[in-house]
């Protein structure tokens, strides 16, 4: 038999936290080698140079239209973009479905969707806002990413919704700096962005098996930062202003609602320890709103919580971590 990635990496947690005897581990590695095969790493790097290939692929044809601006007529600039946008289209009709270049083509077409965007915004300066180019992007680029159902594809679709909401948010708000800023980070603006990426976290918890090839965690776990970083920035604001309160009480259901799934259900120690440690971050906050001050007393009463707690925090975590491992190894034994 041949061991998986994961089912690797949990025998060696399993050996490196003593859960297994040397003889046991030497009848791991008998039934199958712990190491990976050359072909693993040739799919590995396959991967790795077609999605980089890809990448610097748009990225090239983006700075060259940025150095060849005023060079170029405009009707070369729609040809070169469509054109590179068709390759795309091409290369993923040529390349076996949901294979390493089919994604690869998928994800360049993407990239080369904002770009063609981009292009006709500058040329005939149709009056748009960034947002909206944003949000054209997003949605024009979906089909391909539901089709190639990669990881870089949606991490892509997901950075460019997230900037489109962003940019609306930042707008609506009065002119000027605090008034971008208060558009930007004020209390509806952080939950509705929060609240994009629960939407993002509950589609890929729900249905990460039909929305990614290789059903993995990383992008419910990249959505849950989306979730608990405006949650937390809300909730540290809420110990200073009144206007925040509300911000703070969603903050608290969301860590209660996040510990309850993701520690006996779930069992994500990666969400978890985003959770705890954004807990800590919120806690020390009203900890300095209790004290009131930033004389010596103080500044070592919130270093010592700040230790304690993370210390506190990085052991029951590393313990839980472990009897994952544990438990996952004796599922692969049975």
């Not at 290939?53 to 239209?65: E, H, R, S, T, Y």
């Not at 991490?155 to 971008?180: D, E």
């Not at 510990?259 to 069992?267: D, H, I, L, T």
Request: positive net charge; contains cysteine.
């Amino acid at each position: 038999m041949n061991w998986s990635f994961v089912q690797r990496a949990r025998i060696f947690r399993l050996a490196e936290a003593g859960g297994l005897t040397p003889a046991q581990l030497a009848r791991a590695a008998a039934c199958g080698p712990l190491q990976p095969a050359p072909d693993e790493w040739r799919r590995m790097l396959d991967r790795l140079l077609a999605f980089g290939g890809a990448l610097l692929l748009g990225a090239g044809v983006v700075f060259f239209f940025a150095w060849n601006w005023d060079a170029l007529h405009r009707f070369a600039k729609f040809g070169l973009a469509a054109a590179a946008l068709l390759a795309c289209g091409v290369t993923a009709l040529w390349a076996t479905p949901r294979g390493i270049a089919f994604r690869a083509a998928l994800f360049g077409a993407c990239i080369a969707t904002g770009a063609l965007l981009a292009l006709i915004g500058q040329t005939y300066q149709t009056g748009a806002d960034v947002w909206e180019l944003f949000a054209a992007w997003a949605a024009l680029m979906l089909p391909f990413v539901l089709l190639s159902r990669s990881a870089a594809s949606w991490t892509l679709w997901l950075a460019v919704a997230n900037m489109a909401l962003l940019r609306a948010l930042s707008q609506a708000g009065a002119m000027g700096l605090w008034g971008y800023l208060d558009g930007l980070f004020g209390l509806y603006s952080l939950l509705l962005v929060a609240g994009l990426n629960l939407v993002v976290l509950l589609a890929f918890e729900c249905l990460g098996r039909w929305l990614l090839v290789d059903a993995q965690r990383w992008m419910a776990r990249l959505a849950a930062l989306g979730v608990v970083a405006p949650l937390c920035v809300a909730a540290v604001s809420g110990w200073f202003e009144a206007d925040f309160r509300p911000g703070l009480m969603v903050f608290v259901l969301a860590v209660l609602a996040g510990s309850a799934v993701y520690g006996p259900w779930r069992r994500d120690v990666a969400i978890l320890a985003l959770l705890v440690y954004a807990a800590i971050a919120v806690l020390t906050a009203g900890l300095l709103r209790v004290l009131d001050s930033f004389d010596f007393l103080a500044l070592n009463v919130l270093g010592l919580f700040v230790i304690l707690a993370s210390s506190a925090a990085g052991w029951g975590l590393m313990r839980l971590h472990r009897e994952s491992g544990e438990a996952g190894g004796r599922r692969s034994g049975s």
